[in-house]
């Protein structure tokens, strides 16, 4: 590895701790944490009784729903808590970087039916939201577009930046 490759590796992980110990990250933690608690609480409880009052297919429905919401939930929550190891020093944030720990993307899916309780549509809605806001920071902070591995745009200015110092 050369020392290029190096520095631009320390400056990788430096931008991921500092994100991971950031406001923004706290305030992304606490509000994917308390929507996990929300709609388990809602899954066991009242989500429960609502479903068995729905028609055969509004069911069918709210079954196939509950997966994808608890599924979209559970990824982002796995994602959060590697960004809260990275930020308490339990993890290093060059393995945070493994491809196993990246956000897929979500299959695009229609409204839910609106024969779907309100509250299992509002949660729906929240999760496809929070989850879109997760994906973008995890592409945005691991240097990611569309998929494929890119040079962070900070990375590429601070070696442009040590280039010009290095020749001159």
Known sequence: MTDRMARALDVRAE?????ARSALFSHTFA???????????????AGR????????????????????LTTRLMQMAS??????????????????C????RLAEEPASGDPSPGLPATMRSLLARSTTLFGRVRHLDRRVYGEESGTQQAHPILE??????????TG
């Open 15 to 19: 931008l991921i701790c500092d994100f």
């Open 31 to 45: 509000e994917g944490m308390k929507l996990v608690d929300e709609t388990a609480a809602y899954l066991d409880g």
């Open 49 to 68: 009784r609502e479903s068995k009052l729905l028609s055969r297919s509004a069911a069918l429905a709210y079954a196939a729903e509950s997966m994808r």
């Open 79 to 96: 994602w959060l808590l590697v960004q809260r190891a990275v930020s308490e020093g339990e993890m290093s944030p060059e393995a945070a």
């Open 98 to 101: 493994a491809p196993n720990y």
């Open 157 to 166: 200015q601070i070696e442009k930046l040590r280039g010009a110092f290095e």
